[in-house]
């Protein structure tokens, strides 16, 4: 067991003791366990699933940042976490719908920007269908 | 006659009157506005907290800093840009001034140094302009309430302009507040990154390398950085808006306590000068009767 914290510029969105988590770095898709060797990672816009201490199964959409692992805690800095409950469906459909006709005609300064806000949106859609087991 | 000196004393009490209910709401008003900052703030100062530390440990397990040397510290530089951050409206004390005084001695401390300045709000904007000074952009109306996703936004802009590589140094002069009495100007760096060498005893393991992910979090760290600056600022122009008010609403108490004692002063006065002239021309009439009534 160790303690994971996922803080926001908003609020802290969990703080809690948990079993295992499994999240998705920059290069590909990662887990851990506890007492695990420090660690820094550079988190994706992704899905991050946790394991509770009492075996429940929940998620979070991820939208980037760090996370660290150091003496059984993990710390979780993003600039957004939310849980399936907290989504916006419509909004995110419509997010998404927008910047998908916005990107035809950008120049390539803004794609980047687009392409995020694409990846935002889809990784919520992906996240509010799943339920907490 | 001296009605009308009654009456424009009269008329200065009820204007008094006025501006200080406007005065008043204006308090109240910024002091509805800090809270909600405050709270913002609150929330918000522990991920910074955190961000900036967990920045400092990555950068100083940096071993090939050709990477990013861009972005770091290395000699005095010699392009400075000056960010001003100062409020869009007055009535706020001295804080718009003093921000832009003390932009100005750093620009004099800079000397050849110094490159340009990026202006947010329209109160330096126009004192800027007023002084031909060299602004190289301005942004207005930023002021009602700081977003996370414009600070981020800003925060980008001025590494775009830094990336260009006319400038090797970007400054920020924004007001703090020491407490909610007391004002002052801060000046921070706000890129390059000054890099702590310490010796660092625990050994991370990096998922990208610490290089690649410096790059990657770079933005995060920035639009952090630049919210809290935005917030402080804020937090400081409110407070200093909330003293200026109560000082006012309080003189203007003052000044209306004055006059209505002024104005009582004179009615007594007219009335007392009223009564002594009818009883005197009374007393001289009984007198011319009496005298008549002998003879």
């Known amino acids: 067991m160790f303690r994971l914290r996922i803080i926001t510029p908003e609020k802290v969105a969990f703080d809690k003791m948990v079993n ?34 009492n ?3 929940s998620f979070f959409a991820v939208h980037g940042g760090i996370g660290e692992f150091f003496n059984n805690v993990f710390t979780v800095l993003s600039d957004a976490a939310e849980r399936p409950e907290d989504i916006d469906v419509e909004r995110a459909k419509r997010s998404l719908e927008r910047a998908r006709v916005d990107i035809e005609e950008v120049e390539e300064i803004r794609r980047k920007e687009l392409e995020m806000k694409i990846q935002r949106a889809l990784i919520r859609l992906k996240i509010s269908q799943k339920k907490e087991r | 006659m001296g009605r009308g000196i009654l009456l424009e004393i009269k008329r200065k009490i009820s204007s008094i009157k006025s501006t200080m209910h406007m005065t ?22 522990e991920y910074e907290k955190e961000f ?13 800093i050709d990477e990013v040397k861009n972005f770091i510290w290395q000699e005095t ?12 409206m007055g009535l706020c004390g001295s804080y718009n001034d003093d921000i832009v005084n003390a932009s100005y001695d750093r620009e004099k401390t ?7 300045f990026y202006v947010i709000g329209s109160k330096v904007n126009k004192r800027m302009g007023f002084d031909g000074k060299k602004i190289r952009n301005s942004i207005i109306d930023m002021y009602s309430k700081p977003f996370y996703d414009d600070a981020q936004s800003l925060s980008n802009e001025l590494i775009r302009i830094y990336g260009k590589g006319e400038i090797d140094c970007i400054e920020i002069i924004h007001g703090y ?4 009495l007391i004002q002052s100007v801060k000046d921070e760096i706000f890129l390059p990154i000054k890099i702590d060498k310490k010796s660092q005893n625990i050994s991370y393991d990096f998922e990208p390398s610490a290089e690649e992910m410096l790059k990657v979090i770079m933005p995060q760290y920035f639009g952090s950085k630049m919210y809290r600056i935005l917030l402080e600022s804020r937090i400081s122009e409110q407070n200093a808006r909330q003293n200026a008010m109560r000082n006012a609403t309080e003189n203007a108490k003052k000044l209306m306590d004055d006059f209505s004692l002024k104005y009582n002063k004179m009615r007594q006065f007219y009335i007392t000068q009223e009564v002594i002239e009818i009883t005197n021309s009374s007393e001289s009439l009984k007198g011319e009767e009496s005298t008549t009534h002998h003879l």
């Open chain 1, 20 to 53: 295992f988590i499994e999240f998705k770095t920059i290069n590909g898709a990662m887990g851990t366990l506890q007492n695990r060797l420090p660690l820094f990672v550079a988190l994706d816009i992704a899905e991050f699933e946790i394991e509770q201490e």
């Open chain 1, 55 to 57: 075996g429940k199964i």
């Open chain 2, 24 to 45: 008043r709401a204006m308090e109240m008003v910024a002091t509805a506005r800090l809270q909600l900052f405050k709270k913002n703030l609150k929330n918000f100062y």
């Open chain 2, 52 to 64: 900036s530390s967990t920045f400092e440990r990555i950068s100083s397990s940096i071993e090939d």
């Open chain 2, 77 to 88: 530089p010699s392009n400075v840009m000056i960010v001003v951050i100062a409020g869009d």
């Open chain 2, 110 to 116: 800079l000397g050849k140094a110094f490159n340009s």
């Open chain 2, 177 to 180: 507040s020491k407490s909610s």
